[in-house]
């Protein structure tokens, strides 16, 4: 972490020889963003190919558009099975803005029912109480990620996401979550007969295309 000294040492420098470093400087704070883009896509696409194998082709993995990647609320990875029509997902979602507040859970559309006993046997499989749903309807249970993962917009956290560890503990978290909700979705969705959504994404929902 860049403590608030190394930051008063570098701002006192520029100010101090500013020809030539304030061009350094302000051209730093403006590609920021782009390298934080970059490293989140990177990192989610080697998310999604992790997960491929093992969900197979009946389910959709779709990941923000680079642009909406630092966006408030903006699904950075939506795993859908295609039969709900993209009214069920697992979801992954940046809770503040500028890549931070990173939360997963189990993801419906306000117009789909929800689904009975969902939070109940998430809370049985993992032992982690979801409460205050009320305030967040668009969840049918939710965690933050761990600390070390929640913020996105620090050095430490994106040079974690460039390590193995960062894929398998999202992927292990995503796939632990199918297993519980899929077999309930499914039986929701058969029993509700959901019409198809044929009108496309959810309107928070990513808008990249289809990892294959």
């Known amino acids: 972490m860049?403590?608030?000294?190394?930051?008063?040492?570098?701002?006192?420098?520029?100010?101090?020889?500013?020809?030539?470093n304030l061009r350094v400087a302000y051209a730093v704070r403006q590609s920021w963003p782009l390298i934080v883009r970059g490293i989140v896509g990177s990192f989610l696409m080697s998310l999604a190919?992790?997960?491929r194998p093992e969900v197979g082709d009946e389910w959709e993995i779709l990941t923000s558009k680079t642009e909406d990647l630092l966006e408030r609320y903006?699904?950075?990875?939506?795993?859908?099975?295609r039969s709900w029509n993209r009214k069920y997902a697992i979801n992954l979602v940046f809770e503040r803005s500028e890549c931070a507040g990173l939360t997963f859970g189990l993801?419906?559309?306000?117009?789909a029912p929800p689904t009975p006993g969902l939070n109940a046997a998430m809370e049985r499989e993992t032992g982690i109480p979801c409460r205050n749903l009320e305030n967040s309807p668009h969840w049918e249970w939710w965690l933050p990620v761990d600390k070390i993962y929640q913020d996105w917009n620090v050095p430490e956290a994106l040079e974690r996401l460039g390590n193995r560890e960062a894929v398998e503990y999202?992927?292990?978290?995503?796939?632990?979550?199918?297993?519980?909700a899929e077999p309930l979705i499914d039986a929701g969705v058969i029993q509700n007969r959901h019409p198809l959504n044929l009108g496309g994404m959810p309107p928070a929902g990513p808008q990249a295309p289809e990892v294959p």
Do not use: C
């Not at 993801?107 to 117009?111: G, K, Q, V």
């Not at 999202?170 to 519980?180: D, I």
């Open 107 to 111: 993801f419906r559309e306000l117009d």
């Open 74 to 81: 903006r699904n950075l990875l939506f795993l859908s099975k």
């Open 49 to 51: 190919y992790r997960m």
């Open 2 to 20: 860049v403590t608030k000294e190394q930051v008063a040492l570098v701002a006192s420098y520029v100010r101090e020889n500013p020809t030539g």
């Open 170 to 180: 999202f992927a292990k978290w995503f796939l632990e979550m199918k297993k519980t």
